[in-house]
C-alpha cells in the first residue's frame, strides 16, 4: 500500500494539462461493446477505474489494450454477458454495462455495482428506464437479471437528473427498434461525449447537454476512433489547489464554461481568475475570503466531485462557510481525517459549518474515498508541517501521476511504498 509524504507550505506556479475525463472515459467502454469493429479512445489514461472496466471487457471476452496514446478495445469476440461481483463491487460504473449487454446480447447479469462509499446511490432510475424499452428484470441475492427480444423505442421520464440512468438508457436505446425519448435527462458534458462517440460509430442521437435526449435506432455501429473531453474535476482540483497554496496556475485542456461555477466561487475567494480557449489561470494571493454558501446540484451547478476540495480550501478562509451536499447523504466522512489538521468544521446532516482557521498543521491522514482523499492532500499542501496521507488505492481511481503534476507546479510531495 502506498502513501504520500507531504510538506506542506510550499506556493504553486506553472501550467498542468487535464488527463481526459474519467467520468466520460468509463461509459465509452461500455459503448464500445456495441461493435464488432475495433474502437480507439485516444488519450484515456491508465487510471484505475479505467483499468477496471478494461478487465471487466476481458472477462466479457473482449479485448482491451492500454497504450501510450491510449486504449484500444476489439469486442468482435465477446461472448459472455455476465459480469463477476469482484468487478463490479469494485466499480459502480459496471452499471453501464447493463444497457450495452442488453443491446448486444439481449441478457445481462451483473452483481449490486459498488465504488465509493458515499452513500446510497440506488440504481432505481437505471433499472426502470430499462424496462420503458422492454427490459424484463429480476433481482435475487444481491444479482440483477436482465432479459429482453428486440429493444423498442419509448418515452423515458426521469424522475431526476441521473448521469448513469441517462447514459444507460442511451445505451440500450441505440439500436433498438424506433425513436426513444430521455426526459428530465442530466446535462453534465460527459453526456455529450457519449453522444458524439455514438455518433461518431453511426448512431442517431441529439439532444445531449439539455434536458431531452433523442434517439433513432439504428441497425448496426461500427468502430470509431475518439478523444474524450478534458476531466473538470480533475481541473478544478489542481485550480483549488493553487488557490489554497497560493501562487499563479494554469490548468489546459477544459473549457472554463464546463467549471463555471466553481470558476465564480474562486472569485468569491479573492482569486483572480484569467480564461482564454481551454485554459484556465488562477491567481491566489494573500489569505482568502470563506465562500458563505457552496451547494451541490447537477450541472451546471457546483459539481458534488469538487465538495470536498472547497471544503479543504475553506478551511483556512477568513470567515465562515456552509457546504450543503444535496447529491450523497454521507460525503463529509473526509471531515474527521481535516479536523485532525486543526479544520474546524462541524456536520449536521447534509450541512458542513466550516470555520476558517488561520492554518492548518501537518497529520496523517487517510483517504476513504475518491474526492476526499484528494481533499486531504490539498489541505496537506496548504499545512503547516509534514503529512502522510494514506491509502492511495482511492484517489488512484481518478487521478493519473497525481503527485507528479503537483510537484512540477512546486508542491513538496512524493509517493512512498508502505
Do not use: W
Amino acid at each position: 500500500m502506498d502513501k504520500f509524504m507531504i510538506v506542506g507550505g510550499r506556493r504553486l506556479f506553472g501550467s498542468v494539462k487535464a488527463e481526459c475525463a474519467k467520468n466520460a472515459v468509463l461509459p465509452l467502454f461500455a459503448a464500445a461493446v456495441l461493435t464488432d469493429e475495433p474502437v480507439f479512445l485516444r488519450g484515456a489514461p491508465p487510471i484505475a477505474d479505467a483499468l477496471c472496466m478494461a478487465q471487466i471487457l476481458r472477462e466479457l471476452g473482449a479485448e482491451a489494450e492500454f497504450t501510450a496514446e491510449g486504449v484500444a478495445v476489439r469486442s468482435a469476440d465477446a461472448h459472455l454477458h455476465t459480469i463477476s461481483s469482484a468487478l463490479t463491487r469494485e466499480l459502480r460504473s459496471s452499471v453501464f454495462m447493463l444497457g450495452a449487454l442488453l443491446t448486444r446480447f439481449h441478457r445481462a447479469c451483473i452483481a449490486y455495482p459498488g465504488g465509493c462509499d458515499i452513500g446510497l446511490r440506488p440504481i432505481d432510475l437505471h433499472l426502470s428506464a430499462l424496462k420503458r424499452l422492454g427490459v424484463s428484470i429480476t433481482e435475487r441475492e444481491g444479482y440483477i437479471f436482465c432479459e429482453c427480444g428486440r429493444l423498442r423505442g419509448a418515452e423515458i421520464q426521469l424522475d431526476f437528473p441521473s448521469v448513469g440512468a441517462t447514459e444507460n438508457a442511451m445505451l440500450a436505446a441505440v439500436m433498438a427498434e424506433g425513436e426513444t425519448r430521455i426526459g428530465g435527462a442530466a446535462k453534465e458534458p460527459e453526456i455529450v461525449d457519449l453522444q458524439n462517440f455514438l455518433n461518431r460509430m453511426g448512431a442517431k442521437v441529439k439532444g445531449a447537454g439539455t434536458d431531452t435526449v433523442r434517439i433513432e435506432g439504428v441497425s448496426r455501429l461500427h468502430g470509431a476512433d475518439f478523444r474524450p473531453s478534458g476531466d473538470r474535476i480533475e481541473a478544478g482540483t489542481f485550480l483549488i489547489a493553487a488557490a489554497l497554496c497560493g501562487g499563479e496556475a494554469e490548468v489546459t485542456g477544459v473549457r472554463p464554461e464546463k467549471l463555471a461555477s466553481l470558476l465564480h466561487k474562486l472569485r468569491e475567494n479573492g482569486c483572480k481568475i484569467h480564461t482564454k480557449n481551454d485554459k484556465i489561470r488562477v491567481e491566489s494571493s494573500g489569505r482568502l475570503k470563506s465562500n458563505r454558501r457552496i451547494e451541490t446540484m447537477p450541472f451546471p451547478g457546483f459539481p458534488t466531485d469538487l465538495q470536498a476540495q472547497a471544503t479543504a480550501l475553506n478551511c483556512t478562509c477568513e470567515g465562515c462557510s456552509l457546504i450543503v451536499e444535496n447529491l450523497f447523504e454521507t460525503r463529509f466522512k473526509y471531515v474527521p481525517e481535516l479536523q485532525k489538521m486543526g479544520a474546524d468544521i462541524v456536520v449536521r446532516g447534509r450541512n458542513a459549518f466550516v470555520r476558517g482557521v488561520p492554518r492548518l498543521h501537518g497529520a496523517s491522514v487517510t483517504a476513504g474515498d475518491l474526492r476526499g482523499g484528494a481533499a486531504l492532500v490539498l489541505a496537506a499542501l496548504g499545512a503547516e508541517g509534514a503529512s502522510e496521507v494514506l491509502d492511495l488505492s482511492h484517489i488512484d481511481r481518478g487521478y493519473y501521476n497525481f503527485a507528479g503534476k503537483l510537484k512540477n507546479l512546486g508542491a513538496d510531495i512524493r509517493r512512498v511504498r508502505t
